[in-house]
């Protein structure tokens, strides 16, 4: 199965060019070498219409998505500018909490201070949005905890007659 | 930093594992799958790692980490005798992998930050 994935650098630094975006491509190498599909990456100041907007765009509806799945990296912490979750809830139609919990435990095991991380998951239309931290590190440690689920979930999203095998295959 | 080599047949692991620790600054390779027992050394002596990650279970290999290892500590030579080993499996087989000659044990699942925090002490 193809599967399409966006990837959304939410950094002020970053869009302003005064620091170099290096979760975005760490995300990225993850998800060439896992044989998905990059199709769309950008970079955006943590402006809740910015992320919004493009999230939006990215998801469209049933027809017109660009994207199965919507990676976010940044903006999920307590800093005053850290909206990514509010613009991203925002655009969501149904939230799949279990994936941001799956992230955050995963995270305890390391570190406490996965506690104060804010991120959540959700779809529009069919398109799965997941938040993820800003660092590289930690992006690409939070996609670690939920990536073997991401291909059902897609599956089902699509309504994919193969969904119904990746349930016996995550029982 | 170091060089690794990862032995670890697990598509997704070897992905994530290879990016998380190319950005800590380590210089990572992977074992080709379907190797023969006899390629193994040959292999490792053209570029010598400073750590082998080597998963005990190798379903893309026609050995198993334990015949890796052990091959390694038995034919490796002095080119090969400082390389740390540290092995990996689902299952509490420490003492196996120790009586195989790895330096370490890992018991998945880890998180990277385990494998990191082990990797700098060996």
Redesign the interface.
């Known amino acids: 199965m193809n599967i399409r994935v966006a990837i959304l650098t939410i950094s002020d630094r970053s869009a302003r060019g005064e620091r170099a975006d290096?979760s975005g491509p760490?995300l990225v190498?993850?998800v060439q070498?896992?044989g998905w599909q990059v199709a769309e990456v950008k970079i955006v100041s943590d402006d809740f219409e910015a992320i919004a907007s493009v999230l939006r765009d990215w998801a469209g509806d049933n027809q017109t998505n660009t994207a199965d799945i919507i990676l976010t990296t940044g903006g999920t912490g307590f800093a005053p500018r850290d909206i990514t979750p509010e613009a991203t809830r925002s655009v969501i139609e149904r939230d799949a909490p279990g994936l941001a919990e799956a992230m955050r435990s995963?995270?305890l095991?390391?570190?406490p201070h996965a506690m104060l991380s804010r991120a959540c998951a959700g779809i529009r239309a069919r398109c799965l949005i997941i938040n993820l931290p800003g660092s590289?590190?930690g992006a690409?440690?939070n996609?670690?905890a939920v990536?073997?689920v991401l291909p059902h979930a897609v599956a089902l999203l699509k309504e994919s007659p193969t969904a119904e095998a990746g349930h016996q295959k995550l029982a | 930093m170091a060089k690794i080599l990862l032995v670890e047949d697990d598509q997704t692991m070897r992905t994530i594992l290879k990016t998380l620790l190319e950005i800590e600054g380590h210089q990572v390779a992977t074992l080709p799958d379907r190797k023969k027992p006899d390629e193994i050394l040959p292999f490792i002596n053209g570029d010598v790692p400073d750590i082998m990650l080597v998963d005990v279970h190798l379903q893309n290999q026609s050995f198993n980490g334990y015949e890796l290892v052990k091959r390694l500590r038995a034919e490796g030579g002095p080119e090969l005798s400082h390389v740390r080993v540290v092995m990996s499996s689902g299952m509490d087989v420490k003492e196996l992998c120790i009586q195989s000659g790895a330096d370490a044990f890992l018991m998945k699942p880890y998180m990277p930050d385990e494998l990191i925090e082990l990797l700098s002490d060996q």
Do not use: G, N
């Open positions: 290096e760490a190498k993850v070498q896992q995963a995270s095991r390391v570190t590289p590190k690409v440690e996609l670690w990536i073997d």
